[in-house]
């Protein structure tokens, strides 16, 4: 059974730091890209970054851009995303999810992820 689970969030100040981590199970790790999305009250679950499997390519959306970073621990089967300088719009749950790696790159369609984590719920207060 595949199971990806997603920890390290929490309530932060505007401008603060948290790393979240995905660890993952039940899959050959090595093999997959993994994406970390967030879904913010009252609206759809959006990529914000990822990375694949063999050539750790990594790709973020605009809004994260600098200040977010996926890397992987293929030795840990884990998954991280540090996230600075936070502000009160990345308020949201994150969710980390996996897919095979077919292309050596990743992507961020949720509709071609087929494992997902429970989520972590990450607040930035103003």
């Known amino acids: 059974e595949v199971q990806l689970q997603a920890s390290g969030g929490g309530l932060v100040q505007a401008g603060g730091s948290l790393r979240l981590s995905c660890a993952a199970s039940?899959?050959?790790?090595?093999?997959?890209?993994f994406g970390w999305f967030r879904q913010a009250p009252g609206k759809a679950r959006e990529g914000v970054s990822c990375?694949?499997?063999?050539?750790?390519?990594?790709y973020a959306v605009d809004s994260v851009k600098g200040r977010f970073t996926v890397s992987r621990d293929n030795a840990k089967n884990t998954v991280a995303l540090q996230m600075n300088s936070l502000k009160p719009e990345d308020t949201a749950v994150y969710y980390c999810?996996?897919?095979?790696?077919?292309?050596?790159?990743?992507?961020?369609?949720?509709?071609?992820?087929?494992?997902w984590g429970q989520g972590t719920l990450v607040t930035v207060s103003s």
């Open positions: 999810a996996a897919v095979y790696d077919y292309s050596g790159s990743c992507i961020l369609r949720p509709e071609e992820y087929g494992y």
């Open positions: 039940g899959l050959a790790f090595d093999d997959y890209s």
């Open positions: 990375i694949s499997s063999t050539f750790r390519s990594t």
